[in-house]
């Protein structure tokens, strides 16, 4: 099943998954949205709240979550998965999401299930590169990991960004996920196509990283203005307010999201770099296809790898290997190498 077809990704993973010759069941909570799409695919389709979610996956192996804000769909489809046995993938970014879900561990291994949050852009080929430079260094202590990404955001992700606005920058220090400003660390990221200066983020692998490596101190990064860094703490109180947090949404909510010319035209680049005290470095980089397209081949892809999986909650390195990434449409990845 791919629940939230009516999104921007939902819909690309739903026709993507016909294209490969799938047969998946679409669901969402609007008939209005959800019933088109399944007529013009010719799928079946179930449309239900979260709320009412176990009702509708008792004959489900695989529901693919793909409606955001997943701070709030999460858990209830979470709990319908554990309650009826069925195996759950979501594409969140959202380190709380992670840190939630991987706190059910014990849960899905004692229902048999597989949970495995972040298998779009979010968080597979950061969380691979993390896990291939730490089999090239198992004494590393930091890691940082640095991506870009071409064509705009779809209105999930605009969402997603208003909601994480106000609260800074988080990082992993010493093992724990601490708050710390925005663009508190900035450097330089050596991607496959180019070099550039990238500042500080709260990224997903904040929280995956870690438990796909075990290295206790994980900082993320995309190219941000140092001014940025410097305004976000002065407008948080007001980005904090519901009458901000509203009008941020109803503006993202306008956001198409690439189209299919802009998605081919456009594509993603990964960095990453580990040491250890030593001062031992190794780096690695990737370059990939839009992030929308990497992310509805991978949820497809994944679909496929799940019943190898043991039960219990995963990162996609965890889950499928570091060379998981590889495996995906038009990737590319350089190294690891080791660097000075």
Known sequence: MVYGVSGFTGELVARLAVERGERPVLAGRS????????RELGLEHRV???????????????VAHCAGPFS????????????????????????????????????????????????????????????????????????????????????????????GSAFGGRARVDGVIRTVPLAHRRRVAHFRDRPRAVGAIPWGDVST???????????????????LGRLQPLAAPLLRTPW??????????????????????????????????????????LSGPNAYDLTADSVVEAVHRLPAVPPGAHTPSSAFGSDYVRALDGVVVSGPTAAR
């Open 209 to 227: 990283a870690h438990r796909s490596t075990g290295i206790p101190n994980v900082t993320t990064f995309t190219p941000l203005p140092a001014l």
């Open 31 to 38: 008939a209005e949205k959800v019933g088109p799409l399944a």
């Open 48 to 62: 239900f709240a979260l709320g009412d979610a176990a009702g509708a996956l008792g004959d489900v192996d695989v």
């Open 72 to 163: 709030a769909t999460s858990r209830p489809m979470v709990d319908a998965c554990l309650a009826t046995g069925t195996h759950y993938l979501d594409i969140t970014g959202e380190i709380d999401v992670f840190e939630a879900v991987a706190a059910r561990d014990r849960e899905a291994r004692d229902a048999g299930v597989v949970l495995l949050p972040g298998i779009g852009f979010d968080v597979v080929p950061t969380d691979c590169v993390a896990a291939m430079l730490k089999r090239a260094l198992p004494t590393a202590t930091h890691l940082d990991l640095a991506f870009v990404t071409g064509g705009g955001a779809s209105a999930g992700t605009a969402r997603t960004a208003v909601e």
């Open 244 to 285: 901000a947090q509203r009008v941020g949404r109803d503006l993202a909510g306008r956001v198409a999201g690439p189209d299919e010319r802009t998605r081919r035209t456009t594509g993603c680049e990964v960095f990453g770099e580990v040491w250890d005290a030593d001062g031992n470095r190794f780096r690695a980089a």
